[in-house]
């Protein structure tokens, strides 16, 4: 298994670990985490090119590399824009949350 999907699955776990011990701040990080660390996977193994690209255009600081995912994805994932939008907006709601705990429904 990869390094990120590891990571991945060890934050997936830790979430539910601090959740049930009620430590709500870093369990929404761990969260997120487990989502970016499986998505930047998924992109590396299935969307090379486009992951790669997606990459060399945010070289010298510029940009997002977390929205780049983000929006990498939801594109990815389905050809329903409705669909894209509604996972883009679940996922920037999640990565807000981590600022904003108890902003989210768990």
Do not use: P
């Not at 929205?67 to 409705?82: A, H």
């Not at 669909?83 to 600022?99: G, P, V, W």
């Amino acid at each position: 298994m990869s390094f990120l999907l590891d990571k991945s699955k060890q934050n997936k776990e830790a979430f539910f670990y601090l959740m049930d011990k009620s430590v709500n701040a870093a369990a929404v990080h761990c969260c997120y985490y487990s989502c970016v660390q499986k998505i930047i996977y998924i992109l590396e193994e299935w969307y090379t090119e486009e992951y790669e690209a997606g990459i060399a255009s945010l070289k010298g600081g510029k940009g997002n590399m977390h929205k780049m995912y983000i929006d990498l994805i939801s594109e990815k994932v389905s050809k329903n824009k409705s669909e894209q939008r509604s996972l883009r907006r679940k996922l920037i709601e999640l990565k807000s949350a981590r600022l904003e705990v108890g902003t989210i429904k768990m």
